[in-house]
């Protein structure tokens, strides 16, 4: 008797597993002193990745039809592919949000993340810029759990520590109640029980459809 053979992936688990591979080698290429043999090497394994990875040309996942107005499928596309939380993008860092309303009635996302090498700043410590694109990228999540659509007016970051590379940073946004069109949001990092860094954004809520047909999407 012999064992069943594994079951097929699907594409998109495996475009998410070569995001996972091609994030690796950045972390890999940063943190190891490699010979130039193995450079050699990499360079011409690259070639072949790259090789490998052609196709046809792929539409940007927030310009395909009706993703402005809830496609199906248009949420996990955008949690796959966002610089700052997408497992497919190896600029992202992958995240598992969660999503919920607290005590006051407000709707919060928040979630963990890690990050190496690649997003590294001041001594061991994230730059400051990747800390504030989080942040916002947090307040896009929170947005959704409304759900709302808006977009940044304003951001301020206060850096209250350092935010560590290489340890879990815990990460949390929510919305005041919206005053008309224009709300505001608050979100945090943590390490552990220090808060890092926090943010006060303003948010105007707008038609994104009307918005990706004028900026040619």
Not at 30 to 48: I, Q
Not at 100 to 117: F, I, M, P, Q, S
Not at 166 to 189: H, I, M, N, Y
């Amino acid at each position: 008797m012999t064992d069943d053979p594994p079951a097929e992936e699907d594409d998109a688990e495996l475009r998410r597993r070569v995001g996972d591979e091609l994030r690796a080698v950045i972390d890999d290429l940063l943190c190891h002193e490699t010979p130039a043999a193995g450079l050699r090497e990499s360079l011409a394994l690259l070639g072949e990745v790259r090789r490998a990875l052609d196709g046809p040309a792929a539409p940007a996942y927030n310009a395909v039809e009706g993703y402005w107005t809830g496609a199906a499928g248009s949420w996990g596309s955008y949690l796959d592919m966002t610089m700052f939380g997408g497992r497919v993008n190896p600029l992202g860092t992958p995240m598992r949000p969660t999503f919920g309303v607290d005590d006051e009635g407000r709707h919060y996302a928040e979630g963990t993340v890690r990050l190496g090498r690649a997003y590294l700043g001041g001594p061991n410590m994230v730059h400051g810029g990747y800390v504030a694109g989080l942040l916002d990228h947090m307040f896009g999540l929170a947005l959704h759990a409304g759900p709302m659509v808006a977009v940044t007016a304003t951001l301020t970051v206060r850096y209250l520590a350092p935010t560590p590379v290489g340890e879990d940073l815990r990460l949390r946004a929510w919305f005041e109640p919206a005053k008309g069109r224009r709300v505001v949001g608050r979100a945090t990092c943590h390490h552990g029980e220090v808060l890092t860094a926090e943010a006060e954004g303003l948010f105007v809520t707008v038609d994104m459809v009307e918005m990706a047909q004028r900026m040619g999407g």
